[in-house]
C-alpha cells in the first residue's frame, strides 16, 4: 500500500484525477478527516472537502505506473 497527500483546486482536476484513477483495476481510497470514499467516484469526491489536502491511499503492490500519473496533484 502506498499513502501520500493530494490538491484537487478545481472541477477539472477532479475529472482528470477520477479518468486517472479509472484506467487501473487497483482499489484506491480518498480520506479526508473521517470521511473515506473511492477514487474513482466523481460525487464521492465532490462530497470532501476540497479546500483541505487529501490522504490517497493505494492498494497495488507495484504502483509506479500510477504514481507517475500523479504527480500533477500530489502535494511535495
Excluded at 474513482?40 to 479546500?51: A, E, V
Aim: aromatic share 12%; proline share 3%.
Amino acid at each position: 500500500m502506498k499513502t501520500f497527500n493530494i490538491m484537487l483546486n478545481s472541477i477539472n482536476d477532479v475529472k482528470n484525477f477520477v479518468n486517472t484513477v479509472n484506467k487501473y483495476d487497483f482499489d484506491v481510497d480518498l480520506t479526508s478527516g473521517r470521511y473515506v470514499v473511492d477514487a474513482k467516484s466523481i460525487m464521492g469526491i465532490f462530497s470532501l472537502d476540497l479546500s483541505k489536502p487529501i490522504k490517497v491511499e493505494v492498494f497495488s503492490d507495484e504502483p509506479g505506473a500510477f504514481m507517475d500519473e500523479m504527480k500533477a496533484f500530489i502535494l511535495e
